[in-house]
């Protein structure tokens, strides 16, 4: 298997190594409220670095309540506290630790990371060294936290609680920390409750003819085969990178040339050793979708667990089937088509096979686990490179659990129907499938629409620069559409340009209020930050959650963009470009919110929806997206070319939620009409604006009722 290209020579490699950056994944398996991290090689203070969240305080029983010693000379202490999914759990710490090389001592949050941290191995590589750290389950694929001074949290599955001090193995610091562990017993509003994987003996569908239709084997781009297929996956994309995230996998850039442009516009991270480079192969005609990595730090460079995924073109029994290769690097070898260097992998794949079977599986996030052993199996062979392998033949199937749907097609249906039938856009547009991306889209109207229920009432809460421009709602005119021709009661909520922390209390205020004089629950609509907006008006204020039925994220920053800390100043030149005028709040501050580092940990601490969820992303290209937006897209297109310009198709996905499609056009294209501008420069800039944002926004309100009527009565 190629890794690198020949000329890719050791200085240019550790050069590599030293510039990638890619924010930290999700991946605590115990889930709440802790400060977050810093991510620079500049002294900062761990507890002030972004925006937390807020968990709200425990409403279960206490159970127990434990005191523990840690000191500095321990690696992890067994506390004896077995808990089960849902308990919440509130640890609280004091205390000093001293290492010797250190300027100065640190309290539970651990010392600021710097450039040496990079050398160091470490349990929890996005904590600082010396900070107080846990994890819940099987030592072997448990992934650490930090706790730091407090941590208020809610534990997802049922697990050994084990506490630790954030430092290699052969580190010793001088000191100890006090903790105080209280254990509350779980409640309905804790969310984030998992289940433990089921083996089976066979899943339908899974049988010969299916693997009749994937290839056995990947290969380069000149068609020499390489690995075995050795995995599938059963469920949507949202939730295929969910549980890798969860599991402590972390994505790894496609290639040198985005990975170094992708470590210029990022800071230093720990991250940067697991997403070295990983070459593209082929499987489907196509290079992977996904890579992805799980590794010690210090190692990776010759050694580290890896795989790449394709998502088939084909469903299984309705589901999205993911077919992938994974291999672990176990040092150097010669490559024997050119005499270049690449990795060498471990030849018992079927080992890689099992650890990928024991990590996903220890999150909760898979129900069913099965293997399967096609014929005429594949025993042994040679990859492209002439490394040799060998394997029992099997292959791993998991299942992942029913969180979240792919209710693409149907969405896809109302779209074409709502655009054909209605057009409430009005002049003539081109065949659907123009404004998705999918490759199912009808060329007509397939679906009678019914009136829409009035049982409902909708919400648009919108993203940054909103309050500049108060002439152009996000979907304005959808908003006008569903009011004056269907009869509903839409609003909107003018949000500040702030942390979404303070625009979710701004949420949740106006939800109480607005409760108090009409008891029908709303279907909140959240574009751009309005989605993360949102999620922390759900999150932080569970009376809120009872005055909403679902949620629509469109074009969401879910997972925030890795071009946050980049945006304010691209923002400011089409702020210009659309003569904007003045906005309320700092839009610095409301940026920081769109970290990937703050969104991500936010998606750690409340892993799963609060309320029914869906999700739509957008897509555009360099002929798709407006003037205006191409240096954002540009910049993005280093981390994934399915960007919109503004978020990646990846942090676009509400983890658990539904999923409702992908729309062809940029970020402002599918909310904002700058088309239809009398100023000539503004048309200029936004030249790709013109979108059905009319038929987009009714058919998503339409395709929500619809999910919400078909539930099963609670």
Not at 144 to 168: K, T
Not at 434 to 461: G, H, M, Q
Request: net charge negative.
């Amino acid at each position: 298997m190629q890794r690198f290209h020949s000329q890719l020579t050791f200085a240019t490699l550790f050069f590599a190594i030293l510039s990638l950056n890619c924010p930290s994944a999700a991946r605590s398996q115990l889930q709440g409220d802790t400060a977050p991290a810093p991510q620079s090689d500049a002294p900062q203070d761990p507890a002030n670095t972004s925006p937390t969240s807020v968990t709200p305080a425990p409403s279960g029983k206490k159970r127990l309540s434990k005191e523990f010693t840690l000191r500095g000379d321990s690696a992890w202490t067994d506390t004896g506290v077995d808990l089960q999914p849902g308990e919440h759990v509130v640890v609280t710490a004091t205390g000093t630790m001293r290492y010797a090389d250190a300027k100065e001592g640190n309290g539970p949050e651990g010392l600021s990371r710097g450039f040496k941290d990079l050398l160091r191995i470490l349990p929890f590589n996005d904590a600082g060294r010396g900070a107080l750290i846990g994890r819940v389950g099987d030592a072997d694929t448990a992934q650490a936290f930090l706790i730091g001074a407090s941590r208020d949290a809610v534990s997802p599955i049922a697990g050994r609680l084990s506490l630790g001090i954030n430092q290699s193995k052969t580190d010793t610091g001088d000191g100890s920390f006090a903790v105080h562990v209280e254990v509350y017993t779980a409640d309905s509003s804790s969310g984030g409750v998992r289940s433990v994987a089921k083996s089976i003996t066979s899943l339908p569908g899974i049988d010969n003819s299916l693997f009749a239709k994937i290839p056995r084997r990947i290969g380069d781009k000149d068609g020499n085969p390489g690995d075995m297929v050795n995995f599938l996956i059963l469920g949507s994309e949202s939730s295929m990178q969910r549980v890798f995230a969860t599991a402590g996998w972390v994505k790894v850039d496609s290639d040198v040339k985005d990975a170094v442009l992708h470590g210029l516009i990022g800071s230093l991270s720990k991250e940067s050793y697991l997403t070295m480079p990983m070459s593209q192969l082929y499987l489907f005609g196509r290079p992977q979708d996904y890579g992805w990595a799980h590794a010690e730090p210090i190692s990776v460079v010759a050694s580290r667990n890896h795989l790449r995924i394709w998502k088939a073109p084909f469903n299984l029994n309705g589901q999205t089937l993911w077919v992938g290769a994974a291999t672990h690097d176990i040092g150097f070898e010669r490559d024997q088509r050119n005499n270049g260097i690449t990795h060498k992998i471990d030849p018992n794949i079927d080992l890689e096979r099992d650890y990928v079977e024991k990590t996903l599986s220890s999150t909760g996030l898979v129900a069913e686990v099965s293997h399967f052993l096609p014929s005429n199996p594949m025993l042994g062979a040679k990859t492209a490179t002439g490394g040799s392998f060998n394997s029992n033949g099997q292959v791993l199937i998991l299942k992942l659990s029913d969180s979240g749907q792919d209710l693409s097609a149907s969405f896809t249906e109302m779209f074409c129907s709502v655009l054909t039938d209605e057009n409430p856009d009005g002049g003539q547009w081109d065949s659907c499938a123009t404004y998705l991306k999918s490759d199912a889209a009808p060329a007509s109207a397939t679906r009678k629409l019914e009136n829409i229920s009035s049982n409902y009432r909708v919400l648009v809460v919108p993203g940054i620069l909103s309050s500049c421009q108060a002439n152009t709602q996000a979907f304005g005119e959808a908003q006008a559409h569903l009011r004056d021709k269907h009869g509903m009661t839409v609003e909107f909520l003018q949000t500040a340009n702030a942390s979404s922390t303070a625009n979710g209390q701004s949420i949740a205020t106006y939800l109480r209020e607005k409760m108090q004089s009409d008891s029908r629950k709303y279907i909140l609509v959240g574009y751009s930050k309005g989605t993360p907006d949102i999620q922390e008006a759900l999150a932080n204020d569970p009376q809120t959650r009872n005055a909403v039925a679902g949620f629509v994220s469109i074009a969401g920053a879910v997972g925030g963009s890795p071009i946050a800390g980049t945006m304010p100043s691209i923002v400011q030149q089409y702020t210009a470009a659309l003569k904007l005028g003045a906005c309320q709040g700092d839009i610095s501050e409301a940026f920081k919110s769109l970290r990937q580092d703050v969104r991500k940990r936010f998606l750690a601490d409340h892993p799963d929806p609060l309320v029914p969820t869906f999700s739509l992303a957008a897509v555009s290209d360099a002929t798709t997206t407006s003037k205006m937006l191409l240096e954002a897209w540009k910049l993005l297109a280093a981390y994934d070319a399915r960007t919109d310009s503004q978020v990646l198709l990846s942090d676009a996905l509400v983890p658990g939620g539904n999923f409702f499609g992908t729309l062809h056009a940029d970020h402002l294209a599918v909310a904002l009409d700058y088309a239809s501008s009398n100023d000539s420069a503004v048309r200029a800039m936004a030249d790709h604006n013109r979108y059905p944002r009319s038929a987009l926004f009714e058919a998503a309100i339409r395709s929500a009722i619809a999910a919400l009527n078909s539930r099963p009565a609670q």
